[in-house]
C-alpha cells in the first residue's frame, strides 16, 4: 500500500480517479472533447455555487492568483492584501511581481482577516480589489469570508473582492453567488481530491466588467480571452491538460453523488475528531478559536515533542502528516483531513500518534 497523505496537499487520489488518466488522448478542438471539458463545468458550477463563469486552467492556483490581480486592478489603482500566512504572503508577492500597487497588511500568524482591519485601510480610498486567503494552510486559519463580503459591498460597493479558497473549496460551503463574490480560485488536489496540475474559478460579471478597463491583462490568464473561447464554444485558447480532465470528470460525479452537505459535514467531522485528540493529549491548536480551519488542523507544539520524529513516526507507518510551515517548522504540527479522508482513516492515524506520545 502507498503511503497515506494527511498533508495540506497533494491529497490522497481515488484508485479510479487515477486510473481513468490512462484513457487515450483526443484533439482537443473535437467534439468529443467538447463534450468532456463542458461537461466539467456544468459540474463544476453547483460545487462553486455558482451560476456565474466557470474557467479551468492548467496551472497551479498560484496561476490563477495572478489572473485574479491582472485581471481586477485597473492601473493607478490599489489591491489590498491581507497577509496572514504563507500563502497569503504568496499572492502580495505575486501582485507586485505583476506591477500592481499591493497594500500588504501583515497579520499575526493564527489571526484571520477580519473585516474591520480591512474597513481601516480601504477607507484611504484608491482600492480596486481586496485579496483574502480563505483557508490558510500555513496555519490552518480560515477567515470569515462571509462577513468580509457583507462588510465590504456595505461600505464598499466598488471594490472587487478576490479570494483564495484553493484548500477549501468542495471541502467547506463557500457560496460564490449568495456572498457576490468576484474570484474565487482553486486547485484540483486538495479538497477536490484530483492530482496536481489543475485549477478553477467562479468569476462574476463585475469581474469581467472591469477586466475591459485593464489594458495589459498578459495572455494565458486573460480572463476575457478565456471567456471569448467559452462563449463561442471554443473551449480553451491554449492546449489543455486532457489526462487531468478525464480524472476530474470522474471525480466530480463522486462529489455530487456524495452530495456536497454531506461531503461538507465528512469535513466538518473530521476536523472534530482531530481537535479532540490534539486536546485530548493536552495540546492546544494554533489558530484563534472559532476560526479554525475544516480541512487542516494546525496544532501547537505546546508540550515540547520531537516533531520531526513525530513525522518520522507517522512516515514507518505509511502515514504521511506535515510538520509545521515555515517560521512554524518544529514549532506546530499540522494534519490534513480533505478530500478522500473519512473518519475511519483518522482513526487509524490517531492510533499511529497515540504509539509514538
Request: glycine share 8%; with cysteine; proline share 5%.
Amino acid at each position: 500500500m502507498h503511503p497515506r497523505l494527511y498533508i495540506p496537499g497533494p491529497t490522497e487520489v481515488a484508485d479510479e480517479v487515477l486510473a481513468a488518466q490512462n484513457r487515450p488522448m483526443i484533439g482537443h478542438r473535437s467534439g468529443d472533447f467538447e463534450r468532456l471539458f463542458y461537461g466539467i463545468i456544468a459540474k463544476l458550477k453547483p460545487i462553486l455555487l455558482t451560476e456565474q463563469h466557470v474557467y479551468i486552467s492548467t496551472s497551479s492556483g498560484s496561476g490563477l492568483q495572478e489572473a485574479a490581480v491582472r485581471n481586477g486592478v485597473r492601473p493607478g489603482r490599489k489591491v489590498l492584501n491581507m497577509v496572514n500566512g504563507a500563502f497569503s504572503d504568496r499572492w502580495q508577492k505575486v501582485a507586485a511581481a505583476n506591477g500592481c500597487d499591493s497594500v500588504r497588511v501583515d497579520l499575526a500568524w493564527g489571526q484571520p482577516a477580519r473585516p474591520e482591519e480591512i474597513d481601516r485601510y480601504l477607507a484611504a480610498g484608491g482600492f480596486d480589489a481586496v485579496a483574502v486567503v480563505h483557508n490558510e494552510t500555513s496555519t490552518g486559519v480560515m477567515s470569515d469570508i462571509g462577513a468580509i463580503a457583507a462588510w465590504v459591498h456595505e461600505k464598499y460597493p466598488d471594490v472587487l473582492l478576490l479570494v483564495d479558497a484553493v484548500s477549501s473549496a468542495s471541502g467547506v460551503r463557500i457560496p460564490f453567488d449568495e456572498w457576490q463574490l468576484d474570484m474565487l480560485l482553486t486547485s484540483s488536489q486538495k479538497a477536490f481530491a484530483l492530482p496536481p496540475g489543475l485549477a478553477f474559478a467562479a468569476v462574476s460579471d463585475r469581474m469581467l466588467a472591469r477586466a475591459k478597463e485593464v489594458p495589459h491583462r498578459g495572455w494565458y490568464f486573460d480572463l476575457l480571452e478565456l471567456e471569448k473561447y467559452i462563449s463561442t464554444h471554443k473551449t480553451t485558447p491554449a492546449t489543455p491538460a486532457i489526462s487531468l480532465l478525464y480524472a476530474t470528470d470522474l471525480q466530480l460525479d463522486r462529489i455530487l453523488a456524495e452530495g456536497l452537505e454531506a461531503r461538507w459535514a465528512r469535513h466538518q467531522l473530521c476536523m472534530e475528531m482531530t481537535h479532540a485528540w490534539a486536546e485530548g493529549h493536552g495540546f492546544t491548536l494554533f489558530p484563534e478559536p472559532g476560526y479554525e480551519s475544516h480541512t487542516i488542523t494546525c496544532i501547537n507544539n505546546n508540550l515540547g515533542i520531537d516533531v520531526a520524529a513525530l513525522v518520522a513516526h507517522a512516515k514507518a507507518h505509511n502515514l504521511v502528516i506535515g510538520n509545521g510551515y515555515g517560521q512554524l517548522k518544529g514549532k506546530a504540527f499540522r494534519i490534513g483531513h480533505m478530500g478522500e479522508l473519512a473518519p475511519i482513516h483518522m482513526e487509524e492515524l490517531f492510533e499511529v500518534l497515540d504509539s509514538f506520545l
